[in-house]
């Protein structure tokens, strides 16, 4: 009897396991579903700047000298890359695989995250600000997990500034330790203070119907202590919302 029991709960354990992947990955189609109209117009700038750019060499090519001509082609080459990347970022963020733990530059993936949504904090006139602690030390964990969970607080801080506003993404080392806090700041409408205990409920949520389903933060809540981490929320009504997460240098070693 107690052995069936045992197993039983291992079943259990392990089909939690499961299902707590599969929504994980489920977030992150619906994040990729909301990039993309923004990562549209993301392209669209520097394919616009590349087809002007050889258009104006094709009719102009007999009246322009060679130093011309090499500053055309420097910009058609700046902007393809600048286009390239834009899609290479979607790409490693949407790519399935096995989840393996690397090194990981915070600093770095931060900024690759932002630029997936650098298009739709412009378009609602939200300054950017990132301030990145020089000689933090790398971290240990699943690149793309812990992206999603930084995708998510982005998105949202932009959602909750409709009529514009400032977004800070700060990155330091946490005194005294290895660990590694990351602040994410946002000049919006905030939280009220009853919601702010239940704010990583699953399928609670302060957005209109129809524009959350209540479980971005819960996923971002489960990655962030699944790599030994923490995350906390500050907010006022009004002002705005500071979410902090703080990762260590390996997982299961924090301070």
């Known amino acids: 009897e107690p052995i069936s029991l045992f197993r039983a709960f291992n079943r259990m354990i392990q089909e939690l396991e499961r299902r707590q992947d599969e929504l994980v990955e489920s977030r992150k189609m619906a994040a990729i579903g909301t990039l993309t109209s923004g990562i549209a117009h993301e392209l669209n700038n520097p394919l616009n700047n590349i087809l002007l750019t050889a258009e104006a060499m094709k009719e102009e090519l007999a009246k322009l ?141 302060t957005k209109e119907v129809g524009r959350g389903t209540g479980l971005g933060l819960t996923v971002a809540y489960g990655i962030v202590e699944k790599h030994g981490g923490k995350i906390e929320v500050e907010s006022q009504v009004g002002r705005g919302t500071t979410f902090t997460v703080v990762l260590p240098h390996q997982i299961g070693v924090g301070g």
């Open 65 to 205: 000298n060679q130093g011309e001509l090499a500053e055309m082609a420097e910009d058609i080459l700046s902007e393809s890359e600048r286009a390239s990347e834009i899609v290479r970022d979607l790409l490693d963020f949407a790519r399935s695989e096995r989840p393996s733990l690397e090194e990981i530059n915070v600093g770095e993936l931060l900024q690759q995250t932002l630029r997936l949504v650098s298009n739709q904090a412009a378009v609602a006139n939200i300054e950017v600000e990132v301030r990145i602690e020089e000689g933090i030390p790398s971290i240990y964990g699943e690149r793309r997990s812990l992206q999603q969970v930084f995708l998510n607080l982005f998105v949202n801080a932009i959602q909750a500034m409709p009529n514009g506003g400032n977004l800070t993404v700060r990155a330091h080392k946490v005194p005294g330790t290895r660990d590694v806090a990351v602040v994410v700041s946002d000049t919006g409408v905030g939280i009220p203070s009853e919601y702010l205990s239940r704010i990583f409920d699953p399928f609670f949520t």
